[in-house]
């Protein structure tokens, strides 16, 4: 059975119930820094670095959670318990900022909000993305469009959520910030509701089977018998899986002590070196699907140097915009947080833009490969980041620019993020095995988990009046320089990634 004009009625359930959690997500994320810095009084360098740890975690749980999802629950259990532990999460946040006078309570509060968040988007996240693909049959090519439709959903979320929690949350008083996390705490309830009372009528594979239920792991195993697919005993399974932890216990160590790391960095990066490495050494992988895999570690390696540059948008750059950007519209001052949602408002309106542009290329036969698209992505954030290091440049400290240079900037970050973000979930998609589906999801946020640990260290270097801040030696004494940082890291990325593309396509043996 075959949908050929429309889509699946499944899509648009995922596409409303990413829009109900990225609400919460967004929510909670557009105010977070401002809670840490003006209610929690902590300063910049220490917000960041919780900040960053706490986005770098968010991407790294998927691993768990989409392992889960493979080998036992299945999609739809892990979709519920992730957003009921994420709902449990933002409570305990609406806590932490409702006993701010009990100092110690409310950090205790806060850092459980977290863990349960953590966790509960790791069960998740990795699942509700793989329920598009599973939507459709093999090859069709309706597929990165219906990921652009799933993103544009996540970005209605990310839109309405920083005007709504920060009308409420972000007021100048302190005592507010718990009215935003309570308005995303119910947003995860509506998750719930929604998710749970329309799964069974919609979400339905070409032929007409319900999806999500079993384990892909378990769902697979005979037809992959049958196939004559590599085994592995179950002794081999265990020397492999031992080997691994110690290969990444290893690195811990190595960046712990050797490179002096902190202890959630350290066990990011060495998660993110040890657990591919357990993946493109599983037995039961062809020499095609092995390349294949590896395309997918490649490209990941290169959007580790967008997510840290692109993600500024929830710390540094909300700095900025409530310290140094002009926010008066006609005597009204608009709250800082309200910057983050410029950036889902853009994706919403180029959603069908950009695929419109990929099908006028295409049919000219002139169409960029995904790997291509990668690069233009980099190339683009440099860009952006090139527009406001030039706005910035001689600014004194105290005085404020005009919004539109930040605005700018979030505009060509939005392109870049279209051409790089929907095409490489279809192409995760697209090159990984079945089996595989949910955990190697888990492997392309993986490398978010430690984008985003890096991006709060970057953040972190943002200059503040009577403390100097230095990167490889170098010093960085103004908000030129700072954004000059990310202007050379993603425009060398984009360049070295360009280059590479013949022959990444060459090993992904036809998968365009």
Known sequence: MSHSKGHPKGLYLIFATGTAERFSYYGMRAIFILFLTKALLMDTQLASSIYGSYTGLVYLTPL????????????????????????????????????????????????????????????????????????????DRRLDTAYTIFYMGVNVGAFIAPLVCGYFGDTGNAEDFKWGFLIAAIGILMTIILFETQKNKYLVSPTGEQIGILPDAHKLK????????????????????????????????????????????AGIFSACIGIPAYII???????????????????????????????QAGSSLTLFAD??????????????SYFQAFNPLFVVALAFVMPAVWGFLNRRNMEPSSPAKQAIGLFLLSLGYLFIAYGVKDLQPGVKVSMLWLTGLYFIHTIGEMALSPIGLSMVNRLTPVRFASLMMGVWYLS????????????????????????FGIEIASLHDFFMVFVVMSGVSAVILFCLTKQLQKLMHGVK
């Open 222 to 265: 005979e037809s992959e018998e049958g196939n004559n697919q590599p085994t592995i005993s179950k002794e081999d399974a265990i020397k492999k899986a031992l080997f691994f932890s110690g290969l990444t216990v290893v690195l811990f160590a190595v960046f712990k002590w050797v490179f002096d790391a902190e202890f959630i960095s």
């Open 64 to 139: 768990i959670g989409g392992y889960v999802a493979d080998k036992f629950w299945g999609i739809r259990r892990s979709v519920f318990w992730g957003a009921i532990m994420m709902g449990i999460g933002q409570f305990l946040l609406f806590l932490s900022a409702s006993f701010l006078k009990s100092v110690e309570l409310s950090h205790w509060l806060m850092y459980g909000g977290l863990g349960f968040i953590i966790f509960g988007n790791g069960f998740f996240k990795p699942t509700i993305t793989t329920l598009v693909g599973q939507l459709y049959e093999p090859g």
């Open 448 to 471: 978010t988990a430690a984008a985003n640990k890096f991006a709060g260290t970057l953040s972190g270097l943002y200059p503040e009046a009577g403390k100097a801040k230095h990167l």
């Open 281 to 311: 050494f599983d037995s039961s992988l062809t020499k095609i699907e092995r390349q294949r895999i590896l395309v997918i570690y490649i490209i990941a390696f290169f959007v580790i140097f967008f997510w840290a540059a692109y993600e």
């Open 323 to 336: 310290r140094q950007t002009d926010r008066s519209i006609f005597g009204w001052e608009m709250p800082a």
